[in-house]
């Protein structure tokens, strides 16, 4: 298991056009296993998810976010292909689905981006428009510009 810097950015925008964006940097732990890349790294206050611990499972074809802590979740992101799931937090739990509309993943050793767009609905509800992308560094230097 190697350590890496896992930055974070993700986009959300609503039905009236405005823009939520958060930001996370944190260290993390790769490795790789029958062709997958799991990083693995603890979520932050910062975006509300304080004490819930992310593995991001990579394949060439999809990525599946899997948090497990104070928020419970799975979403596997996969090219035009609708995915829902339950998500579960402390004040109660909803439905997610998206669907993806752009997936760009390149990955090398333990160093890449992925590059997701998707829209979301909660509970069947149409909610946003959505934009996550995440860069995964070995060195800390090559970390510091993040789209």
Not at 21 to 43: A, C, F, P
Not at 52 to 80: A, M, P, S, W, Y
């Amino acid at each position: 298991m190697n350590k890496v810097i896992v930055s974070v950015v993700g986009i959300q925008k609503d039905v009236y056009g405005e823009e939520n964006r958060i930001e996370l940097v944190t260290v993390g732990r790769h490795y790789l296993k029958n062709g997958v890349n799991y990083i693995s790294y603890q979520d932050s206050d910062a975006n509300g998810m304080e004490g819930t611990n992310t593995l991001l499972k990579v394949k060439d074809d999809c990525v599946t976010l899997v948090r497990k802590g104070r928020v419970e979740h799975t979403q596997t992101f996969k090219l035009q292909e609708p995915s829902s799931s339950l998500y579960r937090t402390p004040y109660g739990d909803m439905t997610l689905t998206i669907l993806t509309n752009n997936l760009d993943i390149c990955f090398a050793s333990a160093t890449g981006t992925i590059d997701i767009g998707y829209e979301l609905a909660v509970d069947g509800q149409w909610q946003s428009a959505n934009h996550l992308y995440i860069k995964i560094c070995a060195d800390n230097n090559a970390c510091q510009a993040v789209n």
